[in-house]
């Protein structure tokens, strides 16, 4: 019985724990979800949530509930890109440089309430993704306080849409699934130069304990 609980936790078939908060770190239903929402004690990834706003958008979602209204514009899909190009970068390097290494980022592109904006940044190590919510949670970004919190997520592709990255997701931005928005080459291209060169500098754990 044990064995059939361990193999279904966190799927569709398991009636106790909440699926889509075991894969995405967000449940459409909130705290009002009928199965449970397992937080964890400890990760390698954190989630901000609500922090990016695209500027097309008319509207942002607050972390206790309802909605935001502010006078929007119409940007080009150049200008938008552009836009989270610098908004990616910038949070990325200042994570990075203030909390430790990251493995990945990820922003989400839907419209749902629960998952319009939200960063999942993935660390190298958990220690350092327990530091970076404790202190985040203390910051503003952007006139907006920061919402930080550890998540189960580990497999960003497992979270996100096939559907959307092929084009054909028929939910459009209220998809329960990360619509994933991806950032230009050359910040690509930077980023993974600048993680190389972090890692190449970064002594291992055991070095780092025999200082101590």
Known sequence: MAEYLASIFGTEKDKVNCSF??????????ERCSRVHNKPTFSQTILLKNLYLNPNNNSVPKPE????QFS???YTDEEI?????????????EVEDKYGEIEAMTVC???GEHLVGNIYIKFRYE??????????????FDR????????????FKEASCRQYELGECMRSGFCNFMHIKTISQDVKK????????????????SKKQRRH
Do not use: M
Request: some cysteine.
């Open 21 to 30: 908060y075991f894969k995405i770190g967000a449940c459409r239903h909130g």
């Open 65 to 68: 509930g309802g909605f935001e």
């Open 72 to 74: 929007g514009n119409t």
């Open 81 to 93: 890109q552009q836009h989270f190009d610098e908004f990616y970068e910038e949070v990325y390097t």
């Open 109 to 111: 592109d839907n419209l």
């Open 127 to 140: 220690r350092d993704a327990e530091r970076a919510v404790e202190d985040l949670n203390t910051r503003w």
């Open 144 to 155: 907006k306080p920061i919402y930080a919190e550890l998540s189960p997520v580990t497999d």
């Open 190 to 205: 930077r980023l993974r130069g600048r993680r190389k060169r972090s890692r190449s500098r970064s002594p291992s754990p």
